[in-house]
Every structure is written in structure tokens, then in C-alpha cells.
């Protein structure tokens, strides 16, 4: 099913470290993603109610995927190129 498919790829993200952020789902999508608990796969905080709220949590991930970046030295690579390729 398609939220089979959604479950799988949030998953598959949260496995690569990266964060799956999903907003502005329809009444009917949005009680299915309760129902199945959805949440549990791409994290209650990355299901948002509207596109700025969606904006704002983007942020709040990228400054923790950076601060997390600063504090894992990754061999032979210094913390300011990590944060300059991920822009």
C-alpha cells in the first residue's frame, strides 16, 4: 500500500542520517498516518500542520545534523568543510 511505500522511505531516510519532513497531508492521508502509526517511523516532530511550521522544523534538523557534524570528527576532513558541503 502507499503507506507501506511512505513507512519504507522514512526509514530508509532515517538510516541515512537525513530526516524526513512531510506537511499539508488531507484530512483522510492524515487520520490513515495516525492510525498506522506513522509517527513511529519518521518522528512525531516531522509530521507538520503547515508549510511554515514545516520551514521551522527543517531548521531546527539542520542545526542538529550540524551540530552533529561538529561534535563526529570524520578522518582526514575538518569540521568547516563538513558544514560547507552540506549547504
Known amino acids: 500500500t502507499g503507506m507501506q511505500v511512505l513507512e519504507n522511505l522514512a526509514d530508509e ?3 541515512a542520517h537525513k530526516a524526513l519532513l512531510l506537511c ?3 484530512e483522510q492521508p492524515s487520520l ?4 498506522a ?4 517511523h519518521v518522528g ?7 508549510i511554515a511550521e514545516a520551514l521551522e522544523r527543517a531548521r531546527a534538523v ?3 545534523m550540524c ?3 561538529l561534535a ?3 578522518a582526514g576532513v575538518k569540521s568547516d568543510e563538513l558544514i560547507s558541503r552540506e549547504r
Not at 490513515?32 to 492510525?35: A, D, E, G, R, S
Not at 512525531?44 to 503547515?50: A, Q, V
Open 13 to 15: 531516510v532515517h538510516r
Open 24 to 26: 499539508g497531508a488531507p
Open 32 to 35: 490513515l498516518m495516525q492510525q
Open 37 to 40: 502509526e506513522f509517527e513511529d
Open 44 to 50: 512525531k516532530n516531522n509530521i507538520c500542520g503547515s
Open 62 to 64: 539542520y542545526e542538529e
Open 67 to 69: 551540530a552533529t557534524l
Open 72 to 74: 563526529e570528527p570524520v
